[in-house]
């Protein structure tokens, strides 16, 4: 029972342009969620959070939004660039999913092209 | 920065062996946790540890143990590997909070391969 998926496997974007992933849940109980970055070789980075809270967090190219009654959340980038070539996973937490503990999803692969 | 630092990028192994996967940690979290990582199926969490010599399962804990005996130690024991816990194994610390809403920082991986 996949409680986080990212229903996109893959993803190709033109230079300069936005990029749009996308993560869906199921628990409601979840009011903490987090996008990370992984190149390849390399662990998950921690790219940018959200709390329930809220429906928008930005930080400087990227943001994510929030929509709780639609269990959706997105993270935009623009522009994008060719350095943003990487998986992208989103997590949620919080009641629902125990103490301390992120549910990952699948992953999107962004591949910005130059 | 936190630095989360796992002891071999990789490994083979033989069915069979007991396998150590070793990570450390040098920003004082209390959190600690192993993942696997495989194509398809994200990231999935096998143990965790929230104190030392405390241990809680995750979501795949079959075939693993582990072992927290000092706080920026968690060693991940495959007890006797098989050619299915060939993958991508990835550690993770962070700080404690009553909400959970610490990021998890993670090292760069241990790529085991089971033969």
């Known amino acids: 029972d996949q409680q986080v998926k990212q229903n996109s496997p893959s993803l190709s974007v033109q230079e300069g342009r936005i990029s749009i992933l996308n993560c869906d849940y199921t628990?409601?109980?979840?009011?903490?969620f987090l996008w990370y970055k992984k190149y390849p070789a390399e662990g998950p980075t921690f790219l940018i959070s959200i709390s329930s809270i809220k429906d928008k967090n930005e930080d400087g190219r990227f943001t994510v939004f929030l929509n709780k009654s639609a269990k959706h959340l997105s993270l935009h980038i623009v522009p994008s660039q060719p350095g943003d070539s990487a998986v992208y996973f989103c997590?949620?937490?919080?009641?629902?999913?125990?103490?301390?503990?992120?549910?990952f999803g699948t992953g999107t692969r962004l591949k910005v092209l130059a | 920065d936190v630095k989360v630092t796992q002891s071999s990028r990789y490994l083979v192994k033989r069915t069979g062996e007991k396998v150590f996967l070793e990570c450390v940690q040098d920003?004082?979290?209390?959190?600690m946790f192993w993942y696997r990582q495989d194509p398809g199926l994200g990231l999935r969490l096998i143990y965790f540890s929230y104190d030392v010599k405390m241990k809680e399962k995750g979501d795949i804990p079959e075939g693993y143990s582990v072992s927290r005996e000092k706080k920026e130690r968690f060693s991940l024991i495959l007890e006797s590997a098989s050619t299915n816990q060939t993958s991508m194994y990835l550690c993770?610390?962070?700080?404690?909070?009553?909400?959970?809403?610490?990021?998890?920082?993670f090292g760069d991986g241990t790529r085991l391969s089971i033969l």
């Open positions: 993770a610390s962070s700080r404690r909070d009553i909400g959970g809403w610490q990021p998890q920082h």
């Open positions: 628990n409601s109980m979840f009011d903490y």
């Open positions: 997590a949620a937490s919080g009641r629902g999913s125990g103490t301390y503990k992120y549910i």
């Open positions: 920003m004082d979290h209390e959190n």
